[in-house]
């Protein structure tokens, strides 16, 4: 098992940054995918990136290509989710995920971990 705990959300302008980071418990995250997703009010939880055990390859949502980047330091059991360029509309609680194994997702219901979730919001 292992348990995620997302931070670094917060209220950012339109055009800035935030890193969020989701720091895991356990002694084998190096063997998790991990994901990241968000979900805004009224609105269902989407896919927002993925990356593989090793760190790459990475999938992102065409939404988010070229503003943001996921990365993950197994050293510290850490993933991060680095987004440049916020928009209003990327404004939802973000979530990180976890699934053992080899295959990257980008489907929510395809991993068995989930996170707390931290509250993103931009302001235009």
């Known amino acids: 098992q292992v348990q995620l705990v997302e931070s670094g959300g917060g209220l950012v302008q339109a055009g800035g940054s935030l890193r969020l980071s989701c720091a895991a418990s356990?002694?084998?995250?190096?063997?998790?995918?991990m994901g990241w997703f968000r979900q805004a009010p009224g609105k269902e939880r989407e896919f927002v990136a993925a990356?593989?055990?090793?760190?790459?390859?990475?999938y992102y949502a065409d939404s988010v290509k070229g503003r943001f980047t996921i990365s993950r330091d197994n050293a510290k059991n850490t993933v991060y989710l680095q987004m440049n360029s916020l928009k209003p509309e990327d404004t939802a609680v973000y979530y990180c995920?976890?699934?053992?194994?080899?295959?990257?997702?980008?489907?929510?219901?395809?991993?068995?971990?989930w996170g707390q979730g931290t509250q993103v919001t931009v302001s235009s």
């Open positions: 990356i593989s055990r090793s760190g790459a390859p990475t």
């Open positions: 356990g002694r084998t995250f190096s063997s998790y995918t």
């Open positions: 995920a976890a699934e053992y194994g080899v295959v990257v997702r980008t489907i929510g219901r395809e991993y068995d971990y």
